[in-house]
């Protein structure tokens, strides 16, 4: 399965989205023309209105959030067979101990 990126959009861009939602352009429609999921949209308002100086400004750590995020896939990764691992392992015990129990009262 291939790695998916995520589009990024610029200040400008989404701002100009607002200011057609202010003027009166319905949701749906600008999610359609822009072929932009609704509640992207509506998140992005949502920030603008609450501070619309520093909306859209960015974090400045990409490249280190894309790093950690790598680190922590990896991370979940190395859990999951783990965790795989020791269901078997204890699927195994299980087995044996109900099978020794079969042997003692046979015995």
Known sequence: MGK?????????FKL???RELESGKKLGQLSREN???????????????KDP????SGNG??????ARNEELERLVG???AENDFLKKALCTLEKRVQEEK??????
């Open 35 to 49: 072929n932009i999921h609704p509640n992207m949209i509506s998140r992005w308002k949502l920030e603008y209105d």
């Open 102 to 107: 079969q042997r003692l009262k046979a015995g």
């Open 61 to 66: 750590n990409t490249y280190k959030n894309a």
């Open 16 to 18: 100009s989205l607002i």
């Open 53 to 56: 100086e520093s909306a859209f």
């Open 4 to 12: 998916t990126t995520r589009k990024r959009y610029t200040r400008e």
């Open 78 to 80: 190395k859990l999951y």
